[in-house]
């Protein structure tokens, strides 16, 4: 879409439920957007998957500044919109440019999306936040929280959020098209690193980069190469349970509404508590296992039965712990390994909801819909029937930002389903099983796992 986002008026009354109005009442920054007016928006982030919103946000709004730390991947960003000013330190961007900033995009390792993501949302800036949302359990839940405390627009990148066919999937499910679904499995090819330890001495710093900012809340260190290579390090990524599980495990958690454990404070403790066990490769503090198996046990929500979610993450885990078998068992053949088409192994990563009526497949992004047995469901529409179709992820957050309905992967939502993804990261540093209350965010069964759930930052950085 090349059209730009028009303002309008912002309404006086909003509430905070999916599909409400979001709207910025009592931050010093809101303003009432006029028609064909654009939404001012600055990119912390412009290369690697910043690159995205640098290529998609000038045609939906207008960018007014860039920020990233790192000048030699930015450098063709900044040509690429040359009128907007640049900065190293997002703070420095929010506190000088404060009245032109309506929202941010934050597009950065992860190590930095909560806190470039409250520092905008303190300011009162609409704030969309690529997936993982953060790279711990707290930090998702001190986003949401301050989302919902200032009122703003969000949206965290799940894309696929924003498809037909997942937006169908969730309808189909919840109207019971499954029957009773108890078994889901998610699962991706990829797995980790393995055990991998931190690299010793120190190298120059380049003088392209500024390391301070590129490091964050995360512990000082002297400058290494191997640091950057960043998806390795604990300390700054979170691994495929935060680079795939919030779009894989994104239709199974909304629509067996998995969510709603987030907000049933009025159930007993103990009915609403969520179950997490791991097996993996190894246990590494550093950098991530070479496959992990994570079992998450989710009690009953309302009419729905206690279902388990299994996450399956590098080829041990699907080949030697029984995976693949199990999925080719329910689906009745056999897993696409087969390079026909040029795009590799078709299903190196997925995700089957298996109900007591039939199966629901969908490929990594929830982008497909695929039932079966097939013949049983020819007739059923494939476009969604009560959910809005989107006119695109990033559009949809832009409407938001203007006074439209909250975008669906807003942090009310997507707050708790990082929660739920990077809780299996604890899980992959811990023997046993946990017992995590989602109403309280508390690991109640093992303190030590607890403590996990939220990082200490180094001074000079807060959210």
């Known amino acids: 879409m090349t059209s730009r986002t028009s303002r309008r ?17 009592n931050a010093h920054s809101a303003r009432s957007f006029q028609a064909n007016e654009s939404v001012n928006v600055a990119l912390i982030g412009v290369s690697g998957r910043g690159s ?15 920020c990233d730390v790192n000048d030699r991947r930015a450098a063709e960003w900044y040509e690429h919109i040359p009128k907007a000013k640049r900065f190293h330190d997002f703070r420095e961007m929010l506190d000088k440019m404060d009245k032109e900033i309506d929202a941010v995009t934050v597009a950065t390792p992860d190590n930095t999306h909560a806190v470039a993501s409250a520092a905008a949302i303190r300011r009162g800036k ?19 929280e301050l989302a919902a405390k200032y009122k703003v627009a969000t949206q965290m990148g799940n894309q696929g959020t924003a498809s037909r066919e997942f937006r169908r999937s969730v309808e189909l499910v919840q109207d019971g098209t499954l029957g009773e ?50 998806h390795v390090w604990r300390d700054f990524a979170t691994g495929n349970l935060g680079n795939w599980a919030p779009h894989t495990m994104n239709l199974p958690f909304k629509a067996l509404r998995v969510d709603s454990l987030w ?53 041990g885990a699907l080949e030697d712990k029984g995976i693949r078998r199990r ?18 192994w078709k299903d190196w990563a997925g995700v089957l909801l ?21 013949e049983k469901f020819k007739d059923v529409a494939r ?18 930002c203007t006074g439209g309905p909250a975008a669906m992967s807003n942090f009310n939502y997507s707050g708790p389903l990082a929660e739920f993804c990077l809780l299996g990261n604890v899980a992959t540093q811990i023997e046993g099983p946990l017992e995590f209350d989602p109403v309280t965010m508390k690991i109640v069964n093992n303190p030590k796992a607890d403590q996990l759930l939220r990082r200490e930052y180094r001074d000079g950085w807060s959210l």
């Open 263 to 315: 907000n049933a404070g009025d159930l007993a403790p103990e009915k609403r508590i969520v179950r997490v066990e791991a097996e993996v490769s190894g246990i590494h503090k550093h950098s991530f296992p070479r496959w992990e198996l994570v079992r998450y046990d989710i009690p009953a929500r309302g009419e729905m039965p206690p279902v388990r979610i299994t996450w399956s993450n590098g080829s």
């Open 181 to 230: 679904v108890r078994e889901v499995i998610a699962w991706n090819d990829g797995g980790g690193q393995g055990d991998r330890q931190p690299p010793t001495g120190s190298e120059p710093v380049p003088e392209w980069l500024k390391w301070d900012l590129w490091l964050g809340p995360a512990a000082f260190r002297p400058f290494h190469s191997e640091w950057l290579k960043w």
């Open 52 to 66: 995205w919103f640098s290529k998609t946000m000038p045609k939906l709004a207008n960018v007014v500044a860039l």
């Open 327 to 344: 999925l080719e068992e329910l689906m009745g053949r056999p897993l696409d390994r087969t390079d026909k088409d040029g795009d590799g």
């Open 9 to 25: 008026r912002f309404i006086s009354q909003s509430a905070l439920g999916a599909g409400s109005l979001l709207i910025l009442r």
């Open 126 to 144: 609409h704030v969309l936040c690529e997936k993982p949302l953060t790279l711990d359990v707290a930090e998702a839940r001190a986003l949401r």
């Open 354 to 374: 298996a109900g007591s009526k039939g199966l629901l497949h969908s490929i990594a992004h929830n982008t497909t819909l695929t039932l079966m047995p097939e």
């Open 383 to 400: 476009s969604p029937q009560r959910l809005p179709e989107s006119r695109g992820h990033e559009q949809e957050w832009l409407n938001a």
